[in-house]
């Protein structure tokens, strides 16, 4: 079945510092990938969706200069954390649509802690 | 907006008993996912639920949708301890558009 491989799958910076997250689409062209944000005990919530070829649709509430998506080419993605806060520290999953009967395929996660 | 609800939210159970999960959404839809979800884990597709009456089984657990009710159960049969997770509901009204989760019910099976 399809595979979304997601990468770092931990990362701990510092206060300030960017992070970079990559999704990568491996046996299929994802031309729309979802960024989803989880903090601990809770649900996940869409934080934007991005298009290959175009900008990202950010969700209302997410800081666009804050949450930086990439989509760069048909099986990749990125989501990078600028000028990261303690309070950004959280788990974010990427997801690709759904192929022909088929569910939507999501990436093994990336932990941030900013300290 | 679409809201998706689950209950209950935190369900204890002992190993051999039956419950079911409940997932309520409040638009139409005919499409409906389910997920577990293990610690510092992400997510992991259970049941693909594409139309209205579709029942689909896999091994302990049993899903189904009623899209006229917006309903749909995840029944857990003779639970066992390996069970223990978070289990989340999910809806898209367009297919491929975007996922809404429910709030997760946090299952434990206890010995």
């Known amino acids: 079945g399809a595979v979304v491989s997601q990468h770092p799958s931990r990362v701990i910076c510092k206060s300030g510092t960017s992070v970079k997250i990559e999704c990568r689409s491996l046996?299929?062209?994802?031309?729309?990938m979802f960024w989803y944000r989880q903090f601990p005990k809770q649900s996940l919530m869409l934080m934007a969706t991005s298009n290959e070829g175009s900008k990202a649709t950010y969700e209302q509430g997410v800081e666009k200069d804050k949450f930086l998506i990439n989509h760069a080419s048909l099986t990749l993605s990125t989501l990078t954390v600028t000028s990261a806060h303690p309070e950004d520290s959280s788990f974010y999953i990427c997801?690709?649509?759904?192929?022909?009967?088929?569910?939507?395929?999501f990436g093994s996660g990336t932990r941030l802690t900013v300290v | 907006e679409l809201k998706v609800e689950q209950n209950p939210l935190f369900l204890s159970m002992q190993e051999g008993k039956n419950y079911t999960i409940y997932c309520n959404y409040s638009?139409?839809?005919?499409?409906l996912y389910w997920y577990r979800q293990d610690p510092g884990k992400s997510l992991e597709s259970l049941f693909v639920l594409l139309s209205n009456g579709a029942v689909k089984q896999e091994g302990r657990l049993m899903a189904s949708l009623d899209t006229k009710a917006r309903l749909s159960t995840l029944h857990i049969t003779a639970a066992v301890h390996d069970l223990s997770a978070t289990y989340f509901c999910?809806?898209?009204?367009?297919?491929?558009?975007?996922?809404?989760f429910g709030e997760g019910t946090q299952l434990t099976v206890n010995p």
């Open positions: 638009t139409t839809s005919d499409r």
């Open positions: 999910a809806v898209d009204p367009t297919s491929g558009s975007r996922l809404t």
């Open positions: 046996d299929f062209q994802a031309t729309t």
């Open positions: 997801s690709a649509p759904p192929g022909q009967g088929s569910g939507y395929t």
